[in-house]
């Protein structure tokens, strides 16, 4: 069964910086998009960063100069660098895996989410 752990979260102060990484089991890792969302209370789950297998990186807007996606696809794990937190960051954050192609999804995984919490 595929496995993504989250670790990293935690309680930081405005402007402050944080790493969530994320590993990967029975997972054939490299062939997979590598997603990280998060939920706020009382919000949908959004969309914060993606790299997709071959690199490619895509960044909500919201997120756009502050946080950088990474991969290390011989460790099997996804890395999310937030710097400048605000306190509008504060959300779980979830990593998630996809594969899908011509309308087809042949995986879809997530991860059990970490607390970031940026508050003085």
């Known amino acids: 069964q595929v496995q993504l752990v989250e670790s990293g979260g935690g309680l930081v102060q405005p402007g402050g910086s944080l790493r969530l990484s994320c590993a990967a089991s029975?997972?054939?890792?490299?062939?997979?998009?590598m997603g990280w969302y998060r939920q706020a209370p009382g919000k949908e789950r959004e969309l914060v960063a993606q790299?997709?297998?071959?690199?490619?990186?895509k960044y909500a807007d919201s997120v756009k100069g502050r946080f950088t996606i990474s991969r290390d696809n011989v460790k099997n794990a996804v890395y999310l660098q937030m710097n400048s937190l605000k306190p509008e960051d504060t959300a779980v954050y979830y990593c998630?895996?996809?594969?899908?192609?011509?309308?087809?999804?042949?995986?879809?995984?997530w991860g059990q989410g970490t607390q970031v919490t940026v508050s003085s």
């Open positions: 790299i997709t297998s071959g690199g490619s990186t």
């Open positions: 998630n895996a996809n594969r899908a192609g011509g309308g087809i999804v042949f995986g879809d995984y």
């Open positions: 029975r997972i054939f890792f490299s062939i997979y998009a």
